[in-house]
């Protein structure tokens, strides 16, 4: 086991993709104590050109113009149009994935996103035997964008991921039905009075967790507002992430608010929040739907960015783990039969508890672990 070598390439694009990468990076520091493991940001402007203006492109739509970004995801969603940009990508990204390659001589390298996944397959069909190379989908659906052939292990969060796979010309015995990976130590929690004591909440208040993923995304701003609609009286912790401007907006509705309300900037202890928290709130991000589904938290879903994000919305409410908010349906109503209805919150929970894959980081590290012994010994 001594002396293996792990590149974990991921994307700062919100903050999933390298949360999962972090995941698996910590199940493998136990499986190979004695390894070199990287994470690596793909969109830093120092590592790859292409995708870092590709980020602040992707930003830039979806602040000012959303509607293009939706059509974009639908053009590269279907086969000839995915399979276009796929390559254009592959062949921008070549010599950023040989530099990785060179400076890190991985045995494995592992992709949380599919733009370095591009880049990996690039490099893994014209040098099938210097790596094994291996994706985590970090979503609930399949897009084009994130198959590549050339792939030899997939970390998938369903069952019918799998097969999607299976239908794009994957082998089945290359595809694993895993789970979303997230930090172990994210089932490690503070007591829930603690948490909301540091607060200067009360247990016998309900509390509600606002949330908008690493960007503040998510109509976090509506959100509050409407809870002040709301019959019920709240407890609210709503985190802006790292969107500063976004936090001192929030600050000031929060001084004129009835509920009782804490504003957090980025924080790591998410988890702790959830424990304490009743309910959340939230944009549909697959890694903030799979830690809640970790933390048993039922979830109102709306705002999603347009593409995969409503996917995830759907899937899981259709589950019944938790509501999702369309534009046929409106939010203060759906929180008012909530909060006025304790047996649907019980209900999220139970369904929420049958589908959590808590140790799927795990799983994907002990997979690796066997893959590359045999990828090394053929």
Same mark, same amino acid.
């Given at each position: 086991?001594?002396?293996?070598?792990?590149?974990?390439?991921?994307?700062?694009?919100?903050?999933?993709?390298?949360?999962?990468?972090?995941?698996?990076?910590?199940?493998?520091?136990?499986?190979?104590?004695?390894?070199?493991?990287?994470?690596?940001?793909?969109?830093?402007?120092?590592?790859?050109?292409?995708?870092?203006?590709?980020?602040?492109?992707? @930003?830039?739509? !979806?602040? $000012?113009? /959303?509607?293009?970004?939706?059509?974009?995801?639908?053009?590269? =969603?279907?086969?000839? &149009? *995915?399979?276009?940009?796929?390559?254009?990508?592959?062949?921008?990204?070549?010599?950023?994935?040989?530099?990785?390659?060179?400076?890190?001589?991985?045995?494995?390298?592992?992709?949380?996103?599919?733009?370095?996944?591009?880049?990996?397959?690039?490099?893994?069909?014209?040098?099938?035997?210097?790596?094994?190379?291996?994706?985590?989908?970090?979503?609930?659906?399949?897009?084009?964008?994130?198959?590549?052939?050339?792939?030899?292990?997939?970390?998938?969060?369903?069952?019918?991921?799998?097969?999607?796979?299976?239908?794009?010309?994957?082998?089945?015995?290359?595809?694993?039905?895993?789970?979303?990976?997230?930090?172990?130590?994210?089932?490690?929690?503070?007591?829930?009075?603690?948490? @909301?004591?540091? !607060?200067? $909440?009360? /247990?016998?208040?309900?509390?509600?967790?606002?949330?908008?993923? =690493?960007?503040?995304? &998510? *109509?976090?701003?509506?959100?509050?507002?409407?809870?002040?609609?709301?019959?019920?009286?709240?407890?609210?912790?709503?985190?802006?992430?790292?969107?500063?401007?976004?936090?001192?907006?929030?600050?000031?509705?929060?001084?004129?608010?009835?509920?009782?309300?804490?504003?957090?900037?980025?924080?790591?202890?998410?988890?702790?929040?959830?424990?304490?928290?009743?309910?959340?709130?939230?944009?549909?991000?697959?890694?903030?739907?799979?830690?809640?589904?970790?933390?048993?938290?039922?979830?109102?879903?709306?705002?999603?960015?347009?593409?995969?994000?409503?996917?995830?919305?759907?899937?899981?409410?259709?589950?019944?783990?938790?509501?999702?908010?369309?534009?046929?349906?409106?939010?203060?109503?759906?929180?008012?039969?909530?909060?006025?209805?304790?047996?649907?919150?019980?209900?999220?929970?139970?369904?929420?508890?049958?589908?959590?894959?808590?140790?799927?980081?795990?799983?994907?590290?002990?997979?690796?672990?066997?893959?590359?012994?045999?990828?090394?010994?053929?």
């Amino acid at each position: 086991m001594k002396g293996r070598s792990f590149l974990i390439i991921a994307a700062s694009i919100g903050s999933g993709h390298i949360k999962a990468a972090e995941a698996v990076s910590d199940e493998l520091r136990i499986k190979y104590p004695d390894a070199s493991i990287e994470i690596v940001d793909f969109t830093e402007w120092k590592i790859s050109w292409a995708t870092a203006f590709m980020k602040a492109c992707y @930003l830039f739509m !979806l602040k $000012f113009i /959303p509607n293009l970004y939706e059509l974009m995801y639908r053009f590269t =969603g279907g086969k000839a &149009g *995915g399979l276009s940009v796929q390559s254009l990508i592959s062949a921008i990204t070549s010599a950023d994935i040989a530099s990785l390659v060179k400076k890190y001589r991985p045995d494995a390298i592992v992709c949380t996103h599919p733009f370095p996944a591009g880049a990996a397959s690039w490099r893994k069909e014209r040098h099938p035997e210097e790596f094994l190379f291996s994706t985590v989908i970090t979503d609930y659906s399949v897009h084009q964008m994130w198959i590549y052939t050339n792939a030899d292990c997939y970390f998938v969060a369903r069952e019918a991921m799998k097969t999607d796979l299976i239908s794009a010309g994957l082998p089945a015995d290359n595809v694993w039905v895993t789970g979303i990976p997230v930090k172990a130590s994210f089932h490690q929690t503070e007591d829930r009075s603690s948490v @909301l004591a540091g !607060l200067g $909440f009360t /247990p016998e208040i309900p509390t509600v967790l606002i949330m908008g993923g =690493g960007l503040g995304l &998510g *109509g976090m701003e509506y959100t509050l507002k409407t809870l002040e609609k709301v019959e019920q009286k709240l407890q609210l912790i709503v985190i802006a992430g790292r969107n500063e401007e976004l936090k001192r907006r929030l600050e000031e509705t929060a001084k004129e608010s009835r509920q009782n309300v804490r504003v957090l900037g980025f924080t790591q202890a998410v988890r702790d929040y959830m424990a304490a928290a009743d309910l959340l709130i939230s944009k549909p991000g697959a890694l903030t739907i799979t830690e809640a589904l970790s933390a048993e938290l039922p979830m109102v879903l709306h705002e999603p960015i347009p593409g995969p994000e409503t996917e995830n919305a759907v899937y899981i409410s259709r589950l019944g783990a938790a509501v999702w908010v369309n534009k046929e349906t409106k939010l203060e109503e759906e929180l008012n039969g909530i909060f006025s209805s304790p047996e649907k919150l019980a209900a999220m929970r139970e369904r929420e508890h049958a589908l959590k894959r808590p140790y799927a980081a795990r799983d994907i590290a002990e997979t690796l672990s066997g893959e590359l012994e045999k990828f090394i010994r053929a």
